[in-house]
């Protein structure tokens, strides 16, 4: 029961925070904010959280987590690589436009030392190794079929898959009302394209 109530306490804080971090950024938005938006006290915060840090990486690893559980199913599937590439697109997407503080963050993140590496960084690290693996076994299978170059690093492949990703998705949003009308074309279209120029990237032969 305890454990129950303390996770709706620090969902409650976390989704004040992200809608705050989203209007005002991360530095504009303080403790005493949060607390007002959460509706709970100074002393009710810091019993869950330390530091607002601690708020934020609690958010980026929401975000990371439901990825992971999203991806590891469509991976598991028994589908073929290509089947799976445009469900992996989607859920890679749907992390940037519904966990966007969470998907910031990961882009933006510099790894700290050692000595300052908290529980939650360390939830964090460990989503981010199952987020890899399972993208590691689509790329592995996708060797075994034929479709990916045998002779692909499997690990630099996930990396760069990913980078290209976000940066596509990253294109899109910021500047996309400049880009879209000067090339005629909707965001799907564009999103489509450059999914499309990401696979044959990763491609044995040229694909249809």
């Given at each position: ?18 809608r ?15 607390c ?70 990961v882009?933006?993140?510099?790894p700290?030392s050692l ?13 981010g ?5 399972a ?12 479709v990916?170059?045998?002779?692909a690093?499997v690990?630099?492949a ?6 290209q ?41 040229p694909?249809?």
């Open positions: 029961m305890k454990e129950h109530i303390a996770a709706v306490y620090k969902q409650t804080i976390a989704q004040a925070a992200e705050l971090f989203l209007e005002r950024g991360f530095d504009g938005t303080s403790i005493s904010d949060i007002a938006a959460s509706g709970y006290s100074r002393r009710t915060l810091y019993r869950y959280f330390a530091t607002k840090e601690e708020i934020l990486y609690y958010i980026v690893a929401n975000g990371l987590e439901q990825l992971r559980d999203r991806l590891t199913d469509i991976v598991q599937t028994k589908q073929p690589f290509l089947a799976k590439y445009e469900h992996i697109c989607a859920a890679m997407r749907a992390y940037y436009e519904r966990c966007p503080i969470s998907a910031r963050a882009r933006e993140f510099r700290p000595d300052a590496v908290t529980p939650t960084m360390e939830a964090i690290f460990s989503l190794t199952d987020i890899n693996d993208l590691a076994r689509w790329i592995e299978q996708g060797i075994a079929e034929g990916v170059r045998e002779t690093d690990m630099m996930v990396y760069v898959f990913s980078a990703l976000h940066a596509l998705f990253d294109l899109v949003e910021t500047k996309g009302a400049l880009l879209l009308p000067a090339l005629g074309k909707t965001k799907e279209q564009f999103v489509a394209y450059g999914q499309k120029m990401i696979l044959h990237s990763l491609a044995k032969e694909l249809p």
